[in-house]
């Protein structure tokens, strides 16, 4: 039972950098949708400038989710090179 527990141990903590990117990409889009819709507001432009915002924050949560998951994959790809 216990090296199940510590193979399961081992896959959740190489999982968990991964499981976090999709959640990141959501905030991303809420975050400058709700600047959006706050510039909306302000200036009088619904819906303009939340669709924007939407368009912001899904390209900058998209740009960051590959970037990581390149800079992730590197680093899985150099340690797996170490060991052998």
């Known amino acids: 039972m216990k ?5 399961f141990g081992e896959l959740m903590q190489s999982a968990a950098p991964y499981m976090t990117l999709g959640l ?5 889009v809420v975050l400058f949708l709700f600047i959006g819709k ?3 507001d302000r200036y009088g432009t619904k819906p303009w400038l939340m ?3 939407i ?4 390209a900058g949560g998209m740009i960051h989710f590959f970037r ?3 800079e992730l ?3 899985e790809e150099h340690e ?3 060991k052998v």
Request: proline share 0%.
């Open 24 to 28: 990141q990409i959501a905030v991303a």
């Open 73 to 75: 994959s590197n680093k």
């Open 3 to 7: 090296d199940e527990e510590k193979k």
């Open 51 to 53: 669709v924007a915002g």
């Open 80 to 82: 797996r090179r170490n």
């Open 68 to 70: 990581e998951v390149i």
């Open 55 to 58: 368009v912001i924050g899904f």
């Open 38 to 40: 706050f510039a909306d």
